[in-house]
């Protein structure tokens, strides 16, 4: 049988591609469980630098939860299942190192939900994004309701949650949902690139940049206080002082990670 997971490292560049493009992607629990194991990886492997999250096949990044293993859950079970799944896209969302989205056809449901954990999205002209989870009867369970919110402002975010109309590329960009619209074959290309400028830079400030942002959006946190602290961490790290170092010595800088 086929991994439901490709992976690929190459230049500290972990590329994890869903791999069930005759379900469009859909994310069943194997799909979850085997992306949790991966997050594992990605969390301990030093040789990882940052992450890009694809769809395999021509039509879809991912196009929801697999509806198939809907018909035998109760209540609770529907409760555990949004569970695992939020705290699975929060790994994603507070990973240290960046991880992007690169959309290449369907991003709905669950599909929406993981490339907004994602810390930015670039997508294909093809792209499409919605949450239909109305048309089931429910509603977003993995964080949708929250981040698209935080994405693209109420307003729009209520109109899409609650008709379940989807959105093509061009209105994404437009919203801010996603930063870029490349050609499908240059998706890969564009994440690289701009994943590559920000492996150059000191790791520990590119995880307190996540940490900062991620600060806004929690209540349990205070992001200006978090901010001054992030900002005190980085200071006290070998990488600012080769990179103030660097400057003065008008030379590129170095750094190490520590
Ligand atoms: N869960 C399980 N299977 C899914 C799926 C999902 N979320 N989305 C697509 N599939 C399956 C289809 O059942 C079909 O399988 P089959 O060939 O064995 O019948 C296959 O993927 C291809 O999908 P199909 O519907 O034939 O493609 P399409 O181009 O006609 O339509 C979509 C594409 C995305 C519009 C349509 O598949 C769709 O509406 N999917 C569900 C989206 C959704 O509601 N997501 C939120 C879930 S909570």
Redesign the pocket.
Known sequence: MNPVLLTNLSDGIYTITINRP???N???QEVLRSLNQELDTIYADNNIKSVIITGSGP??FV??????E?NQMDETQSRQMAKAGQDLFFRIERSPKPIVACVNG?A????CELAMSCHFRIASPNAQFG???V??G?I?GYGGTQRLVQLIGKGRALELIMSGNLIDANTALQYGLVNHIVAPEELINKATTILKTIQAKAPIAIAHCIICANAVFDETQHGYEQEVNSFGACFNTSDRVEGTQAFLEKRKPIFTGK
């Open positions: 005759d379900k469009l859909a994310l069943n039509k879809a196009a929801g939860a697999d509806i198939s809907f369907f709905l449901g669950g599909g949450q239909p989870e048309n089931l429910i977003p």
